[in-house]
């Protein structure tokens, strides 16, 4: 499994599109602390538009978590790069004739792909943390409680994000498009909002990806409130890898 992280993350080191995918999200960051702007995308998130209140750099970089869920569109390339283009050109056999076992191709697939969310998440806190400092200053700034959250945050925002992917890996090697796969990572927050007006179910705001994150960095679940969140999050991850895993296994080579 370390050597096709390894393979991987050398490929994307040779990408060009994973540095443009960085530089929109560094921009986005800079963008974002420039015009102060609050955006949002899931189910629905509590709390104030911000407003009425003064802005500085705590509350930049606690705000700045609701316009995060858009990174998500940013992170579709990185999907297609490092797992669409194989299925699409079908390269991934190379792979799995060389005697790698379909399970640990697609674990090694899904934890690169998790650090990678990870570390781009961070790249934007960071965008908009220096950026930040540009603007308000460092007065009564507690640097270290700020990076804290950063940390916190990108590990929840990477995690959710790549549940997402892990769905959208499984539809990627069902249809072997990458286009529908793309397209369902697009409209995933539609469907839900859809299945929650329809059927009233108010246990769908567990499969909220987007939201969740967001609810997370505004302090507004506490622990135990956060934990059908992540149960749920684990449990497609699971099967969405298994799935992955059989469909391949099934498929002729």
Same mark, same amino acid.
């Given at each position: ?26 921009g986005f960051g ?144 069902l249809t072997q $498009?990458?286009?529908?796969?793309? *397209?369902?990572?697009? !409209?995933?927050? +539609?469907? %839900?909002?859809?299945?929650?007006? @329809?059927? /009233? ?24 409130? $956060?934990?059908?969140y992540l149960l *749920?999050?684990?449990? !497609?991850?699971? +099967?969405? %890898?298994?799935?992955?895993?059989? @469909?391949? /296994?099934?498929?002729?080579?």
């Open positions: 499994m370390i050597r096709l992280m390894k393979a991987d993350f050398y490929r994307l080191s040779r990408t060009i599109g994973v540095y443009i995918t960085l530089l929109v999200v560094v800079i963008l974002n602390t420039i015009f102060e702007a609050v955006a949002s995308v899931g189910i629905e998130v509590d709390g104030g538009s911000g407003l009425d209140l003064v802005w500085n750099l705590p509350y930049l970089m606690q705000n700045t978590v609701t316009s995060t869920p858009l990174l998500n569109y940013c992170f579709i390339s990185i999907f297609v790069i490092l797992i669409g283009y194989e299925f699409s050109l079908k390269t991934y056999k190379n792979s799995l004739t060389s005697g790698t076992s379909r399970m640990t191709f697609v674990l090694a697939k899904y934890v690169t792909e998790l650090l990678v969310l990870i570390l781009a998440t961070f790249i934007f806190f960071m965008a908009v943390l220096m950026a930040g400092i540009v603007k308000y200053g460092l007065a009564d700034v507690n640097l270290f409680s700020i990076f804290s959250d950063m940390f916190l945050f990108s590990l929840v925002m990477g995690l959710m994000v790549s549940v997402l992917f892990s769905l959208a890996t499984l539809i990627l090697i $498009s990458s286009v529908i796969a793309a *397209v369902f990572i697009v !409209i995933y927050p +539609l469907i %839900l909002q859809i299945i929650g007006l @329809v059927s /009233k179910w108010e246990n769908i705001k567990y499969f909220d990806l987007f939201g969740f994150p967001q609810m997370i960095g505004l302090n507004q679940l506490t622990l135990s409130e $956060s934990l059908p *749920v999050g684990l449990i !497609i991850i699971l +099967l969405s %890898l298994v799935g992955s895993a059989f @469909v391949i /296994k099934h498929k002729e080579l």
